[in-house]
């Protein structure tokens, strides 16, 4: 059996069947955790497995987000499922989620174009004080 085929079957196993029988709208499967489980050497093959066209149709699943590193290959990467066959599948997306999840990562491109939330801050205590104030 192909590498593939055991990182579906165990993605299914593990997650997607679970999260059914627990009514879930939506789960997330993390490619390490997969990785790790199926002792593979990395988790290319996790990654490419877990956003594949079978993978999803054969789940009746839709890819919500992908989260991690922009490169998309590490064992951080995380996949979140929406359940395309639930009742909620027709509503709209951001009705059902909760605020904080709305608002999560609004500022991403914000920080990003000025070098990541650190640096930010690192520049905006550095010239708290104007130029010629006392500190």
């Known amino acids: 059996m192909r590498a593939a085929d055991r990182i579906r079957i165990l993605?299914?196993?593990?997650?997607?069947?679970?999260?059914?029988?627990?009514?879930?709208?939506?789960?997330?499967?993390?490619?390490?955790?997969l990785s790790r489980e199926l002792r593979l050497s990395g988790v290319n093959q996790v990654c490419s497995a877990l956003k594949t066209r079978q993978f999803l149709?054969?789940?009746?699943?839709?890819?919500?987000?992908?989260?991690?590193?922009p490169s998309g290959q590490s064992t951080t990467v995380t996949y979140t499922y929406e359940f395309v066959d639930?009742?909620?599948?027709?509503?709209?997306?951001?009705?059902?989620?909760?605020?904080?999840?709305?608002?999560?990562?609004?500022?991403?491109?914000?920080f990003a174009e000025l070098g990541?939330?650190?640096n930010y801050l690192r520049n905006e205590r550095a010239n708290f004080y104007g130029p010629g104030e006392d500190r």
Do not use: C, M, T
Not at 57 to 69: A, F, K, M, T, W
Not at 93 to 98: I, L, T
């Open 11 to 33: 993605g299914r196993e593990k997650y997607v069947i679970p999260a059914r029988a627990r009514k879930e709208d939506r789960f997330s499967i993390r490619a390490g955790d």
């Open 116 to 118: 990541g939330g650190e």
């Open 57 to 69: 149709q054969d789940n009746n699943l839709r890819l919500v987000e992908i989260s991690g590193p």
């Open 86 to 110: 639930s009742k909620k599948a027709g509503e709209n997306r951001a009705d059902r989620q909760d605020a904080w999840n709305r608002l999560r990562g609004a500022l991403k491109d914000v």
